[in-house]
Every structure is written in structure tokens, then in C-alpha cells.
């Protein structure tokens, strides 16, 4: 099969024949129709990931058509159109059976543990647990949108945010997961602020349902107006960034008993932030951390999209091929396109 393969971190990606994997028992091999480009996958190139062994297909965000089934797997079949979640549960440790597949103890990462969808086929573990059946309605491009950066944001709002209706919430960073974040808070009724640096990416968070913007590269003091424009600072804050700066001000800018959720990744020099530990205190703050979503959550957001509540297909902006991903993909620091890239064509 035709794949993308790294065999040094922050070297060069080839296109190689790679031979087509086979289903273990618990899983299943998949026809990739479409996969999703983020800058996990550029963190995981890096080097960031020291779960990742050489050389590695990357790619965590995708969707398709079940090709192979193992003998074990009992509620899946060929021809079955299907996606899951970036994170997948082993189904038998303790944080699994207590409903947290998502920070599963033995998880399997396509495109880190495992190879990924920068393929033509990919092998999944734990199908009977982790696999999601896809609506027809819901195309594989879409389906791939959703990939770690919709469904973080999904459970970052909802199951972690715990957001309501008239809540202001603060997303830092307007890429893939602060752009998701700002459409699924506004679809519950919240009222959100934007801020990133560049403005483009203001507008476009404004087009989905952002209500006030923050520049926080010409803005004086970015604390303050996120205060000002939510009126007293936000229940709910999200660093969608991953940065020291992000973080202390999503922090920062929250009101009493308010909520700092973290879904931007915080490697390297950013992994050790300062925290407004004072506020925290004095304020009774909760910081929380969002990592994927299980996949028996699917369903409550494949509803809102089938009902047209949620339009994630709005975030893509724009549709590549495999062999364009290979510098696509080195270059993911550098470009301020907007909304998320989806490969399509292999």
C-alpha cells in the first residue's frame, strides 16, 4: 500500500510501499477515505512523543470503510463505514471499565503507538470498543475533520467545561481546536470571545459564532479586555494554543469559580507554565485538562451534526493529496491558512 513514512524525527517524509496490514483479533483494517492534518501529527514528527518508535506513518484523524475483520470482533463487518477517536481504549484496565477510554493505561494511538492514516489502510485495536459507525449523511471528509481536534473541543465544552447557556467562554487560539471550540460553545447558547494574533483568523471565528474578538498581538493588555468584553472574565476559558502565554491568560482572565480547560499540547520550553496560583486560590479556580473523547460519547455529536446544530464541515479549508502532505505537514508551524486540512486523495 502507498503511505507517508518518516524514519528520523524532523526528517524528510517519503511516499513508500509499505505492505498492507492485516487484522489482529480484536481489530479491524480500514480503506482510508479520508484523514485529517494537525499539529499533533507535527509534534509527533518533531519528536515530541516519546511513545513513537521509527519509522512511523503518521496520521490520527480519519475515516472510512472497514476491509478486514478479526475473529474476535463481533459488532463490526466489512463495508461498514466507520471513524474513532485518536485515543483508543484497551476495553479491561482500570480507567477503561471506569469509562475513561480516553486516558486509557495501554491506549492505542494510530500515528504514534501504531501507524497511522497517511495511508492507504490502516490496522485498529480494541475495535468492538473504539470503532464509531458514521452516518451516511456524514461524509469521510467531514468525519475526518472531527478527528482529535473536534471531539477534544466536543468534550472540553461539554463533559469538561460543563458549559451552559449565557456562560461567556474565552477560547485562546484560532486554529482547528479553538475554531471547534468557539462552534460548539455557541451552539449551546454561550457567548464566546476570540483571541489569537492574527485577524483573519478573528474574522473567521466571528463567521461561527464568536460574539467579541481580542488581537492579543496589538491588544495592551490582553487580561484586561477579555474581562472587559465578558463583563467580570469568563466561566469558562480555553487555551486552545498551547503556550506559556495562552495558558496564563486563559487562566487569568477567568472569573471567581470559573474554569481553565488546557487542550492545546504544551511541549518543550511551554511545558512548565507559570500559573497564576494566587487567583486560583483566592478565586477557588478549577485547571482541567481535555485529552480525545471515548467513543461511546460519538453519538450525542453525531446527532447535533445530522440536526445541523454543529456544521464542522465549515472548518475545512482545504482538501490536499498524500503526496502534498509530506511538506504540508513539515511546515504545519509556519502556516496560517485557515480551518483544518483534510487529505483525500491517495
Given at each position: 500500500?502507498?503511505?507517508?513514512?518518516?524514519?528520523q524525527?524532523n526528517?524528510p517524509?517519503?511516499?513508500?510501499?509499505?505492505?498492507?496490514?492485516?487484522?489482529t483479533?480484536?481489530?479491524?483494517?480500514?480503506?482510508v477515505a479520508?484523514?485529517?492534518?494537525?499539529r499533533?501529527?507535527?509534534?509527533?514528527w518533531?519528536?515530541?512523543?516519546?511513545?513513537?518508535?521509527?519509522?512511523?506513518?503518521?496520521?490520527?484523524e480519519?475515516a472510512?470503510?472497514?476491509?478486514?475483520?478479526?475473529?474476535?470482533?463481533?459488532?463490526?463487518?466489512?463495508?461498514d463505514?466507520v471513524?474513532?477517536?485518536?485515543?483508543?481504549?484497551c476495553?479491561?484496565?482500570?480507567?477503561?471499565?471506569?469509562g475513561?477510554?480516553?486516558?486509557?493505561?495501554?491506549?492505542?494511538?494510530?500515528?504514534?503507538?501504531?501507524?497511522?492514516?497517511?495511508?492507504e489502510?490502516?490496522?485498529?485495536h480494541?475495535?468492538?470498543?473504539n470503532l464509531?459507525?458514521?452516518p451516511?449523511?456524514?461524509p469521510?471528509?467531514?468525519?475526518?475533520?472531527l478527528?482529535?481536534?473536534?471531539?477534544?473541543?466536543?468534550?472540553?465544552?461539554?463533559?469538561q467545561?460543563?458549559?451552559?447557556?449565557?456562560?461567556?467562554?474565552?477560547?485562546?487560539?484560532?486554529?482547528?481546536?479553538?475554531?471547534?471550540?468557539?462552534?460548539?460553545?455557541?451552539?449551546l447558547?454561550?457567548?464566546?470571545?476570540?483571541?489569537d494574533?492574527?485577524?483573519n483568523?478573528?474574522?473567521f471565528?466571528k463567521s461561527?459564532?464568536?460574539?467579541?474578538?481580542?488581537?492579543?498581538?496589538?491588544?495592551?493588555n490582553?487580561?484586561?479586555?477579555?474581562?472587559h468584553?465578558?463583563?467580570?472574565?469568563?466561566?469558562?476559558s480555553?487555551?486552545?494554543?498551547?503556550?506559556?502565554s495562552?495558558?496564563?491568560?486563559?487562566?487569568?482572565?477567568?472569573?471567581?469559580?470559573?474554569k481553565?480547560?488546557?487542550?492545546?499540547?504544551?511541549?518543550?520550553?511551554h511545558?512548565?507554565?507559570?500559573?497564576p496560583?494566587?487567583?486560583?486560590?483566592?478565586?477557588?479556580?478549577?485547571?482541567?485538562?481535555?485529552?480525545?473523547?471515548?467513543?461511546?460519547?460519538?453519538?450525542e455529536?453525531?446527532?447535533?451534526?445530522?440536526?445541523?446544530?454543529?456544521?464542522?464541515e465549515?472548518?475545512?479549508?482545504?482538501k490536499?493529496?498524500?503526496?502534498e502532505?509530506?511538506?504540508?505537514?513539515?511546515?504545519?508551524?509556519?502556516?496560517?491558512?485557515?480551518?483544518?486540512t483534510?487529505?483525500?486523495q491517495?
Open positions: 500500500m502507498k503511505a507517508a513514512v518518516y524514519h524525527f526528517g517524509l517519503t511516499i513508500e510501499n509499505l505492505p498492507t496490514p492485516e487484522a483479533a480484536d481489530g479491524v483494517v480500514i480503506k479520508a484523514t485529517g492534518l494537525c499533533s501529527d507535527w509534534h509527533g518533531k519528536g515530541h512523543d516519546s511513545d513513537i518508535a521509527l519509522p512511523q506513518v503518521p496520521g490520527h480519519f472510512g470503510t472497514i476491509v478486514e475483520v478479526g475473529p474476535h470482533v463481533k459488532q463490526w463487518r466489512k463495508g463505514r471513524t474513532l477517536p485518536f485515543v483508543c481504549g476495553g479491561s484496565c482500570g480507567q477503561c471499565v471506569s475513561n477510554h480516553q486516558v486509557c493505561d495501554h491506549q492505542f494511538q494510530p500515528g504514534f503507538t501504531h501507524h497511522g492514516s497517511f495511508a489502510y490502516v490496522a485498529v480494541y475495535a468492538n470498543i464509531v459507525r458514521l451516511d449523511e456524514i469521510f471528509t467531514t468525519a475526518a475533520s478527528g482529535c481536534r473536534f471531539v477534544t473541543s466536543f468534550r472540553a465544552v461539554v463533559d467545561g460543563k458549559v451552559s447557556g449565557g456562560q461567556w467562554v474565552a477560547v485562546h487560539g484560532c486554529g482547528g481546536v479553538g475554531l471547534s471550540a468557539i462552534m460548539i460553545a455557541t451552539a447558547g454561550a457567548n464566546v470571545v476570540a483571541i494574533i492574527e485577524e483568523k478573528l474574522d471565528a461561527l459564532g464568536a460574539v467579541a474578538t481580542v488581537n492579543a498581538n496589538s491588544s495592551p490582553t487580561i484586561e479586555e477579555v474581562i468584553k465578558t463583563a467580570g472574565g469568563a466561566h469558562l480555553i487555551d486552545a494554543f498551547g503556550s506559556q495562552t495558558c496564563f491568560n486563559s487562566i487569568s482572565n477567568l472569573r471567581k469559580r470559573g481553565h480547560v488546557q487542550i492545546g499540547l504544551m511541549v518543550g520550553e511545558s512548565m507554565p507559570k500559573i496560583m494566587g487567583k486560583v486560590l483566592s478565586d477557588e479556580l478549577e485547571i482541567i485538562g481535555s485529552h480525545g473523547m471515548q467513543a461511546y460519547r460519538y453519538p455529536l453525531l446527532s447535533m451534526i445530522k440536526q445541523g446544530k454543529l456544521q464542522p465549515k472548518l475545512i479549508g482545504e490536499i493529496t498524500l503526496d502532505s509530506l511538506i504540508r505537514l513539515t511546515e504545519m508551524d509556519q502556516y496560517n491558512g485557515l480551518g483544518v483534510v487529505i483525500n491517495f
